[in-house]
């Protein structure tokens, strides 16, 4: 017989919803109000209600709030996930594979710079420091070394997107090749990462070279023949102009991707991510039906997803100073070498090669999923985690400012020049 919550666990889950919700969003809205990322204020609200604070300072409500019914935690587990597969669903709405292809040539100048020093520099220092710093329980120093680098290679798309918006330059050259490069990251990041996964999960060498082709088959697949068939899904939804018909179709292969790369042994996160691609390349998902899905997603689901990332550890008692100056410094570094030396390459100034190296040393929500997956896959362990955690939120909180100053500095040399 199926087991049912109780009506006393459904109260649970009521109040667990409500009490990460309700400060999550809150903080958000105070992150947003000072031009910061909400992602930041999401995390704190779930340290703050978290094992870091309510667990040390009132050990019994949070036991009672989050403990005492494990069904009803697990419930609100599973809405979490559900978020942050909508979210990397969205996520995938902003690789524009036409755009890709116009500004291939200079984009991909930047995107494989910015891949290569990152993911270079992430390996050797996690490869080299994994003794002293960075072992874990899984005690598997090449896929440790191959996380890092993959993990400091992938930029937020969504918050260059956003900086190039506040700064009136998305739709300009100098955007749309940015933006470009950012989208080629995150592609080929989510595709080395889900290759790590495979060769953690796998048992042998051969089982290992096999799971890797499957995830660059079914990734080949979605971008070519799984692209035609979600199109001529939605257009046979689309007919008689039924919006929740088109939403119900791209929901269920959102839901049918997360389901086919968690099989093939990756997070369903890739799988959405995928689908997310396919999506966006069909005039029947149009940009209406994007900004609801969007603004559900990002104002209830992922506010829960990102709260919740604060309920899975003390932050305080796992805090290692030294591990997290480690993460962060190699992060920055090797992102604004990367880039910066792209840029120079694809014929920028000085002014907004600096600009670009900034922007693309943003990183965001990607990084903090990536993260969690690898701490739930224990090749990293807590301190690790937390590392990555303040690498992502403080380069977030820099990139934009410095970003728009040399973007500025730059315009005021061209107007000295002309005049």
Known sequence: MVSKLSSSEIIHFLIILLVILIPARFLGEVCRRYKL???IGEIVAGIIVGPTLLGVFFPTVFNNIFTAAP???????GIANIGIILLMFIAGFEVDLGQIRRNGKQAIAISLTGIIFPFAIGFGTVWFLYATHFANNANNQLVTSLFFGTALSITALAVIAKILLDLDILKTRIGNIVLTAAMVDDFLGWILFSVIIQLMNASNHEASFWSVIEVIVFAGFMLTGGRWIIHRSLAIAAKGLKAGRVFTVAICFCIIGATITEL???RGVFGA????IAVSD???FTEKHKHVLHQFTINVLAPLF???VGLRLNFIANFNLEIVLIILIIACLAKLIGAGIGGLLSGMTK???IAVAFGMNARGSQEIVLGLIALQAKIINEPVFEGLVVMTVVTMVISGPVMKHYFLKEQRYQVSITT
């Open 351 to 353: 002014n907004e090669s």
């Open 282 to 284: 069909s005039e029947h």
């Open 71 to 77: 069904q009803a935690y697990a419930a609100f587990d």
């Open 264 to 266: 093939l042994g990756v």
């Open 37 to 39: 990322p909400a992602i």
């Open 306 to 308: 990102f709260a919740s």
């Open 273 to 276: 991510f995928l689908v997310g």
